[in-house]
């Protein structure tokens, strides 16, 4: 079945670039019915969507984000990764990559997360 | 942004004994193509969330038959018929009918 994976620092400096990777596998990221998107979590906190993207690189982002985030695929790879740039304290979450199917507009499958905090 | 709003947020139950949770939006969540996107997730402690509902009342592949939605327009309510101890956690409404898709604020299911 299909997994997703994230990877990246757990610990990134205010003003810098945060960086994250999703690695799926059991199934391809070139399928065209699912999107791939980024969700996170602050501490103690509810859900919040960033982005998603097509395997064609279209992508869509949150609106309250979109100044500083990033969205992209790596179709060889079976890759998506997400960058932010410019964090402070309030990025720091557990961020989440998951999969959007497109008949039900949810969210199906999802990794485990990461922690990254800013500081 | 459409409000989604979940009550209660914490819910107390008896093993055995069902639990109800309202989601209630900010707008219609019916779309121009007639669907209505909106679905359910549970976090249990430590986890990742888990689809449990998609479009209002179809139950994910795996979901148990004790979990079922149901709702239209802007009132939206997962029921579950007789809680079991897997079932402790935070449960998550999300609408995807609007850009950009929001989620509710979490319902926290705990076993008293």
Not at chain 1, 26 to 49: F, H, T
Not at chain 1, 90 to 116: H, K, N, S
Not at chain 2, 92 to 98: D, E, R, S, V
């Amino acid at each position: 079945q299909v997994q997703l994976q994230e990877s990246g620092p757990g610990l990134v400096k205010p003003s810098q670039t945060l960086s994250l990777t999703c690695t799926v596998s059991g199934g391809s990221i070139g399928s065209a019915d699912y999107y791939w998107s980024w969700v996170r979590q602050s501490p103690g906190k509810g859900l919040e969507w960033i982005a998603y993207i097509y395997y064609s690189g279209s992508a869509y982002y949150s609106p309250s984000l979109k100044s500083r985030v990033t969205i992209s695929v790596d179709t060889s790879k079976n890759q998506f990764s997400l960058k932010v740039n410019s964090v402070t304290a309030a990025d720091t979450a557990v961020y989440y990559c998951a999969r959007r199917e497109l008949d039900g507009d949810a969210f199906d499958i999802w990794g485990q997360g990461t922690m990254v905090t800013v500081s | 942004d459409i409000v989604m709003t979940q009550t209660p947020l914490s819910s107390p139950v008896t093993l055995g004994q069902p639990a109800s949770i309202s989601c209630r939006s900010s707008q219609s969540l019916v779309h121009s193509n007639g669907n209505t996107y909106l679905s359910w997730l549970q976090q249990r402690p430590g986890q990742p969330p888990r689809l449990l509902i998609y479009k209002v009342s179809n139950r994910f592949s795996g979901v148990p038959d004790r979990f079922s939605g149901s709702g239209a327009g802007t009132d939206f309510t997962l029921k579950i018929s007789r809680v079991e101890a897997e079932d402790v956690g935070v449960y998550y409404c999300m609408q995807a009918t609007h850009f950009p898709r929001t989620f509710g604020q979490g319902t926290k299911v705990e076993i008293k």
